[in-house]
């Protein structure tokens, strides 16, 4: 297992399209989670999964952001109608139920709209 | 709510100085501290983690410590490279009420630069 992966590693889209990106956690983690990251800023909670379940979403994830993580394995963010402010990276983790492991981090999506 | 603060938000060192980073918080109910390296355009490394019952933890030439009763943690890099600049972040996990599920809560990040 090579911990967790992130697909695609940059992505560029001209304003009001669609982007989808995808993350592989460590196949033994129950527990997925997205983060957004803005410029000089620490990570930002996005949403949670327990496996298949999305049990938390932020305030910050609006009507235009959907996540899924079908079978409880990899999971899929959805930006519907992009806007330029969603410029960011997006990282996703994954941990064990007991949380006292801490997290492990993918190495990002990073979204440029134009 | 949680707030997270990290002093100095930009550190420039010469290489072979011992450093300190600070993280403090304003809520002492965390389950555990997270230490991570972000690269530039990079995803976050994990360095360290302290659970709220220890005091400290070691890592090479790293060493954290948590002081709860304060609400603060220090990260300490001895001997410091030029391979060590990158930007340190520091995290919070608080847990839900009778739950163990909760969510990370960062500081804004010191960015660390290691000049030879």
């Known amino acids: 297992d090579t911990g967790v992966s992130q697909d695609p590693r940059h992505k560029i889209t001209k304003r009001g399209q669609n982007v989808t990106f995808r993350c592989d956690p460590i196949?033994?983690?129950?527990?997925l989670y997205w983060y957004r990251q803005t410029l000089g800023q620490g990570p930002e909670f996005l949403t949670y999964?327990?496996?298949?379940?999305?049990?938390?979403k932020s305030r910050l994830l609006s009507d235009r952001f959907s996540a899924e993580r079908p079978k409880g394995s990899f999971s899929t963010l959805e930006i519907q109608r992009t806007e330029q402010g969603d410029s960011a990276m997006y990282l996703c983790a994954s941990s064990l139920v007991v949380a006292s492991y801490g997290y492990t981090f993918g190495s990002g999506t990073r979204l440029t709209v134009v | 709510k949680q707030e997270v603060t990290q002093i100095p938000a930009a550190l420039s060192v010469p290489e072979g100085e011992n450093l300190v980073l600070n993280c403090s918080f304003t809520?002492?109910?965390?389950?555990?501290l997270q230490w991570f390296r972000q690269d530039p355009g990079k995803g976050l490394t994990s360095l360290l983690l302290?659970?709220?019952?220890?005091r400290e933890q070691t890592s090479g030439r790293l060493n954290a410590s948590l002081d709860k009763s304060s609400g603060r943690s220090t990260l300490y890099i001895a001997a410091s490279q030029p391979g060590d600049s990158a930007t340190y972040l520091c995290a919070f996990l608080q847990l839900a009420g009778g739950t163990s599920y909760g969510k990370l809560t960062f500081g804004q990040g010191t960015i660390l630069t290691v000049h030879p």
């Open positions: 809520d002492s109910a965390i389950y555990n």
């Open positions: 302290i659970q709220s019952s220890q």
């Open positions: 196949s033994e983690h129950n527990r």
């Open positions: 999964f327990q496996n298949e379940a999305q049990l938390e």
